[in-house]
């Protein structure tokens, strides 16, 4: 029997708020080494940008130093780390105590399961694979959810093999034959959510896989109140994590509100909902009202990625005005 560990979607970034986050990398780092398991799989966008900076590279291969010992380490690469169609951050890198995996055209085999690797910018090669039985498959694919479409006909390339284990969406997913792992912890800020990593456990026989809860670990979160509550949320923040709390206000009158090192604060005009609301049926007169529903649907749910949510709130202020 062996246990694989997955782990994608780190998205190290040591550009800001340095010492946290690579404080947080080497508790993942640590986490790891309690759990069980002899193979380790890091599933792409390990790094968030893909000319990483040198002390990037250095947290990197202190990481790989740290759990070398207690695994087999396999990588493939995201699109975060692709440099081109035909080149990754891992292929300028030296594979120091790990396994980079480009494209496997003949698998891995692991107590009698058949093991695929492919990374990112090779995707659309898929394809080219004719799976044998008890076939298990390592990518980096976004599919097709809400707004967000798949880059490959997902189910068309990997419906022959028995088990998929994706990165790429951050939230852990599983639909058919086809699970993401999700990120280990929040990569921008955004509300409190599941963080997870893959354990997977075969024998010549079996494969079974669990979720591992990794929320403990640093987070980024967002919150939003008013001025009112402000103070009393302060109380409820864990030290550990790092804070955007929007604070609503029809006025700029926030003195009062206290400051703490690692809360980063955001004031914002209310929205009147009645007042969108209004805008929504003019909109929809003009034929606009999927773009503008889209928006605010997405806006209310605080599903939308940092940048993409103060860019849908500014338009929405903007169709206000109007």
């Known amino acids: 029997m062996k246990k694989i560990l997955f782990v994608s979607d780190i998205h190290l970034n040591l550009r800001k708020n340095k010492e946290w986050e690579y404080n947080r990398f080497m508790l993942l780092g640590d986490f790891l080494l309690e759990q069980e398991g002899e193979i380790l799989v890091l599933g792409g966008d390990i790094f968030d940008k893909a000319n990483p900076t040198l002390d990037e590279l250095a947290a990197f291969y202190e990481f790989i130093s740290k759990l ?19 080149e990754t951050t891992f292929h300028k890198l030296p594979e120091l105590n790990y396994t980079y995996f480009e494209f496997t055209e003949k698998p891995i085999r692991i107590e009698n399961w058949y093991f695929y690797f492919v990374s990112h910018h090779r995707i659309n090669e898929i394809k080219k694979i004719y799976p044998k ?6 990518s980096h694919i976004r599919a097709s959810i809400g707004i967000v479409k798949e880059e490959i ?24 034959n086809i699970c993401y792992c999700g990120s280990p912890y929040t990569i921008v800020y955004e509300p409190k959510r599941s963080t997870k990593i893959l354990s997977i456990t075969i024998n010549k026989k079996e494969l079974n896989w669990e979720y591992i809860d990794t929320s403990y670990l640093p987070q980024k979160v967002l919150l939003q109140t008013d001025v009112k509550n402000y103070n009393k949320l302060l109380q409820t923040l864990s030290p550990i994590n790092l804070y955007k709390i929007r604070v609503n206000t029809n006025t700029q009158s926030v003195l009062d509100l206290e400051n703490r090192k690692n809360v980063q604060l955001e004031i914002l005009q209310n929205i009147d909902e ?8 003019l909109l929809q007169k003009e034929g606009q009202i999927d773009v503008y529903n889209t928006l ?26 109007k």
């Open 68 to 86: 070398k010992d207690k695994f087999t380490i396999y990588v493939i690469s995201g699109n975060h780390e692709d440099l081109s169609s035909k």
């Open 153 to 176: 006909p997902l189910r068309k390339y990997t419906k022959d093999f028995d088990y998929v284990f994706l990165g790429d969406i951050h939230i852990p997913y599983q639909f058919k």
């Open 133 to 138: 039985e008890r076939s298990v498959l390592f």
């Open 296 to 321: 605010f649907e997405l806006l209310k749910t605080n599903v939308l990625s940092e940048e993409h949510y103060d860019k849908a709130y500014q338009l929405l202020l903007e169709i206000q005005k």
């Open 274 to 281: 009645d007042v969108l609301q209004e805008q929504a049926e």
